[in-house]
């Protein structure tokens, strides 16, 4: 008896007879659910009615109302914790135990959001420091901006949205999210936890679709914000095209790196390495792709990441004990596997892995001898490959991780605080791990990167302050 496919229709109304998707697992291809697609004409009910819904209810809802549905929200994803993660599991193709991870973060990251929706405040300026200023007040508040447009990735179809969502809604704002394609099926689930939790309809609306009709989403100037997360190449040509006076923020890619200083913890800097080079099969924009390592430490590192790394257990999503699951699709999985294959044909040396296996999974490559104009090195491959290199000195290391296009965050292991500081403030990135991995993030953290990886910031109360404006009241006041 075949499975009844579970369907997800647009909350909208007054729309003709949508068109459905069906969502593949990237592992066996089984359907997991088939969604709704959002036309143009959906796209402007949805704006009109997050309009409507925000100058009629969030823009008016005291906050501590606010905090009140955002902390509902947050217990309801952790009672729901394990459904959720079966289904990012199956639709993203990420192994079950970093699934479950996943949904306790985004359960955290609405917490957070709950208090900073009770510390959204502003300042009183002092406006006597001019002479003839003796009897005005000004005061600064902060307002919600309106209707922000959330375009969110495959890779974390839970977190990444609740970045996004969870700050916009507790500034008082209304939401309008285009979800990834490919992971359509949390946010849907997080709408309907915040509807349990108490949130108005309309205050946000989940537009699933392609192409012209996200672009159609992108430039309305109804959105006072977009907020995207996903490649340069799309992330830049967005910020072109919104209407004028509309605000961006982008999460773009990465090519984060480690430095391996010769006094560092090795075996954590290996575990380090290994963990933040193939979680979610290197499918993360902080993913380990490029490790410096001292010369005279490099052979022992390398020998401990490589028994790390081939340690790692690759296959089935759902199975608790897989480490890497598949890539999202055949193409990228291709694309991983001949970018390997090319360093290696330019000069660079295969030590493990690199091989394609069945249902989109990689093997977890780790390469050597490769050179920085090499693809693996200077681009961001998003998969699981790994290459790792010698420096001879710290200034030649930080000079190594400056190069190329992207500046996201990156990784410095030592026991020398002065060579700690050295690094951190001379690699140009958005945030410096000492003794950790680029892969780390805490959601309540600044998160923002720099050159070709992102403009503004996220972090619940750094978007937020992204996500509200600030206006000044100054009081004329009569004689007391």
Known sequence: MLKEIVKYSLDIKGIDEPTFNEVKSPFDGEIVAAVA??????????????QNVFENEMSKMPAWKRSEILAKASELIKERQEEIAQIIAREGGKPLKDARLEVSRASNTFAIASREAMNLDGEQLPMDVSAGN???????????????????????????????????????????????????????????????????????????????????????????????????EVGWRLRGEVAPGTRVILELGGNAGIVVHHDADLE??????????????????????????Q??????????????????????????????????????????????????KEGAKLVSGGKALKNNCVEPAILVDT??????VCQEVFGPVVSVMKYDT???????????????????????INVAFKAARGIDVGGVMVNDAPMFRADHMPYGGRKESGLGLEGVKYALQEMTQPKFICLNLKDQ
């Open 394 to 416: 710290i200034d030649n290391a930080i000079k190594a991780m400056n190069a190329g296009r992207f500046g996201l965050q990156a990784g410095v292991f030592t026991q020398d």
């Open 134 to 232: 003796e009897k005005r007040i000004g005061i600064i508040v902060r307002e919600p901006i309106g209707v922000v447009g959330a375009v969110t990735p495959f890779n974390f179809p839970l977190n990444l949205v609740a970045h996004k969502v969870a700050p916009a809604l507790a500034g008082g704002n209304t939401v309008v999210l285009k979800p990834s394609s490919a992971t359509p099926v949390a946010s849907f689930k997080l709408k309907e936890i915040l509807k349990d939790a108490g949130l108005p309809d309309g205050a946000l609306i989940v537009v699933p679709c392609r192409g012209a009709k996200g672009n159609a989403l992108i430039k309305d100037p109804r959105l006072a914000c977009v907020t995207f997360t996903g490649s340069p």
């Open 371 to 376: 050179k920085p104009e090499m693809k693996v």
């Open 268 to 293: 954590a800097a290996a575990q380090a390495a290994c963990r933040g080079g193939y979680a979610h099969a290197g499918q993360v924009c902080i993913s380990v792709q490029r490790v410096y390592v």
């Open 37 to 50: 697609q959002a036309d143009e004409k959906a796209i402007d009910i949805a704006l009109s009615t997050a």
């Open 295 to 344: 010369e005279k430490a490099y052979d022992q590192f390398l020998k401990l990441f490589t028994e790390k790394v081939k340690a790692l257990k690759v296959g089935n999503p759902l199975d608790e004990q897989t480490d890497v699951g598949p890539l999202i699709d055949e193409g990228s999985a291709k694309q991983t596997v001949e970018w390997v294959e090319t360093a290696v």
